[in-house]
Every structure is written in C-alpha cells, then in structure tokens.
C-alpha cells in the first residue's frame, strides 16, 4: 500500500527515487538479541525449526539480493510455516555510521500498520453497540467537507473521497521544515479541508490518511478515552502485545535501528529515528516488534477480537483498480495475504497472514527509500513469496493518485 510519509505519499509513484548508497552487510544468518536496555524489552525470536538447508538457502539469498539490489541496510523477517518449520532471520545493519548489525530483537516504527489497530478499536466499538458502519462522520466530527454523506465505512475502506493531508504542500513544508515537531489531529485535517473532496463518498478508492485520523477521534470521542488508551486497554492488552505502544511523541524504545528517510527538503537522507510521528496518529504512529507483529497478524486476519458477522464485514474487499488487491476495512489482501503493510520516514514493516496455509509473514526494515518507484518492504516480500508460496505472491502496491 501507500507509503505514509508526506511527499510523495501517493502521487508519482512510478518514479525512481533516489537509494541509500550500499552498505556493508551482515551475512543473512540468525543474529542474536541486542541487549535489551530498558525494562519490558524482549530478546528476539531464535527459529526453533527451519525449512530445511535447501530453501532456507534459498531464502537468505533472496533476502540478500533484493536488500542489496534496493539499499536496505537493515532487514529482519520472520516466516512461520505451520507443518513446514521457521525462518527467522536479521540480516545488514542497523545503524550505517557504527556497523551495528541489525537483530531480530529491534523495536520498529510501523507506519500504516497502525491502521490495522485504528480500525480494531471503531469495530470493537461496533460490536458494543456504540458506533455503526453507516453512520455518517458528521455524527462525531465537524467541520468535515461533505461529512453528512461520508460514512465510517467508507473512512475505513478508503473510499471517502477527502483529500489526503499529508499531499498538501505547506503541510509538507512543515513536516520536512522540523520533524521533529507536534501536530494536532485537528492541525493536521486542516491541512486537507482546505481542498475539495476528490470524488464523491464511495465512488472509488483512494489511500488517504485523511481517513484514519478522523476514525480515531471518533473512538475517542465514544469511548471517553484518548485512542492511545482505548487502544492498550481493547486491542493490545486482550491480545497480548507487550511490546507494542502508542507513542505520545518521538520517544523510541531500545533497542532500535536507525531509520534512513530521504523525506528531505534537499532529497538528502537522513537519520529518522528521532522524528516526531504524531502527525501520523491514527494513521501510522505505533511502534511494536517481531514477537507482537507476528501475533497481531494472525489476529487481525482471523478476527479474533471481534465478533464473527463484523469480522466478515471487515474483510469484504473492494476494488483498489490494481489487480490481485482488494482493500477492506483498514486491511487489504494480496495474493491471498491478510495484512497490512507500514512506511513512515525511515522504516517500513509487512505483517500478514495466508489463512490457507495458516502461514504468517513480518518485515522489519530500516529505510523507507523507494527503489525504481517501489517500496522496498514489497520488494522484500514479493521475493519471499515467490520462494515459498508461489501460488500466493504478496504485491502490497496500489495505483499512483
């Protein structure tokens, strides 16, 4: 899907960006844990059962290839085959100025994946009887631009038709002027209601950040809690998620890499690992780890947090006008991958799960650096797939704005 960051979020996708110079790189073999240097972190995942010599091979160096072919300095994956075994892999670096090799043990940033935790939350709010689907926004929010026609269910599909805030140029001027600044929810939606709507609700889809923010005042506003809250309380504790947290601002757990951006007024890159990502809330501001990704993504997928009627309304994918995906609410599909993807100014993260083989995926990488047009996180698990699942080959993309 669509990267989060501001410039060139949707629009010119097909062009190719400038890539991180290569890096030396650790061979791709399982890395240990960086000491954890804080209370409440966890060492990393170790693969008690691989695949086999032979496609465990053939997994590192597809990893290898594209990490190096796309200038990613940094990737973790995890791969879970039931009945098949593991593959479990931190591989390059995590910080390029020291050399630190990258491990399975990081803390990651993880953009849009935010979304899959956004819209749990309304949901859960559905099955309380407190929100429905087809409520219009202008039921919890004012001011927004044709909000007595827009739904929730179509903030959630993507389908509202608002323009995307993080496309408005002074928006961008800001954001890239000092990122490490705070915005507002409310700062941030005004960037995009200074524009017409770009079609009408529910004629299309179009990736908008716009989207989310709204849906999380929304929970906010129903459940009398900040969404930080209810989304700890509802969606993370009764999952499990130790490792995961809503940040208030630019606070960054240890261990974590180094994140490179070219999200720049000069198109330099640099280091994100310090920027503020509350201008992305509800829409991508989380940050979590392997062990927590990798059971997010199956809940997610299979719903088990919700009731069962809601959870098949949630994964009635519609159209996004790219063949072999279809977009929900606030999940996609992709060659029969359940998920979400995440990019924020200097990581991108994969989480999904093939329900057919019961299989689940997660990519961490430390760059958000688009190479020929692609984000590399699809790059990474295209190359993936095609080894193990060939009949199911992710492809997170979806048509430039």
Known sequence: MPRTPSRRLLAAALLALSVLAPTAAAPATAAPAAPATRPGTRPGTASPDGLG??????????????????GIPGAVVGLWLPGRGSYVRASGVADTATGAPMTTGVF??????????????????????????????????????????????????????????????????????????????????AYGFRHDNDFGPGEKFEYSNTNLVLLGLVVEKVSGRSLADFVRARVLRPSHLDGTLFPSGAEFPEPHAQGY????????????????????????????????????AEIVATGRLLRPETQRERLTMLPTGFPGTGYGLGIMETGGWIGHNGSIPGYETVAVHLPEQRATLVLMINTDIRYQGQEPSTLLARAITQVVTPDHVYDGSVPPR
């Open 108 to 189: 990651t940033r993880i953009g849009s994946e935010t979304k899959t935790f956004t819209v749990t939350a309304l949901l859960e709010l559905v099955d309380d009887g407190l929100v429905r689907l087809d409520d219009p926004i202008s039921a919890y929010v004012d001011g927004v631009p044709c909000g007595d026609t827009i739904t929730l269910r179509q903030l959630a599909g993507m389908r509202s038709g608002l323009f995307p805030y993080s496309e408005d140029p002074d928006f961008d001027r800001a954001l890239e002027s000092d990122p490490t600044r705070t915005f507002s929810p409310q700062e941030v939606l």
């Open 53 to 70: 010599p032979e496609l465990t091979a053939r997994l590192d160096r597809a990893v290898e290839e594209v990490r190096r072919q796309a």
């Open 261 to 296: 951006s070219d999200e720049t007024p000069s198109g330099e890159v640099a280091d994100a690992a310090d920027w503020n990502p509350s201008w992305a809330w509800a829409a991508g501001a989380m940050i979590s780890d392997l062990p927590d990704l990798r059971r997010w």
